[in-house]
């Protein structure tokens, strides 16, 4: 069975970035869609980026401008680049594959941005 793995999660001050990245063992990444989502305590995982088997992007309102998605398909990876992080975006962050068939869901990766 299909098993998302995020990291690269960590703990950032208000303005810093990271990369998350995301493999699936037991999949190809590189003919699907993948989403990014996160989910802040409390809350509902909510959409943050999705990349398309073809490459074309879609970002949330809330992210556009300072997060990229992207994808390395000779290491079967899909990077969440984050810049100019807020301390609103902490949150753990989980990948899965586009679609209504999503994979089993990971343990996701924390990211905490504070002072």
């Known amino acids: 069975q299909v098993q998302p793995v995020e990291s690269g999660g960590g703990l950032v001050q208000p303005g810093g970035s990271l990369r998350l990245s995301c493999a699936a063992s037991?999949?190809?990444?590189?003919?699907?869609?993948v989403d990014w989502f996160r989910q802040a305590p409390g809350k509902q995982r909510l959409l943050v980026a999705t990349?398309?088997?073809?490459?074309?992007?879609y970002y949330a309102d809330s992210v556009k401008g300072r997060f990229t998605i992207s994808r390395d398909n000779a290491k079967n990876t899909v990077y969440l680049q984050m810049i100019s992080l807020k301390p609103e975006d902490t949150a753990v962050y989980y990948c899965?594959?586009?679609?209504?068939?999503?994979?089993?869901w990971g343990q996701g990766t924390q990211v905490t941005v504070s002072s």
């Open positions: 037991g999949s190809v990444l590189s003919g699907i869609g």
């Open positions: 990349i398309s088997s073809g490459g074309s992007t």
């Open positions: 899965n594959k586009v679609g209504f068939q999503r994979w089993p």
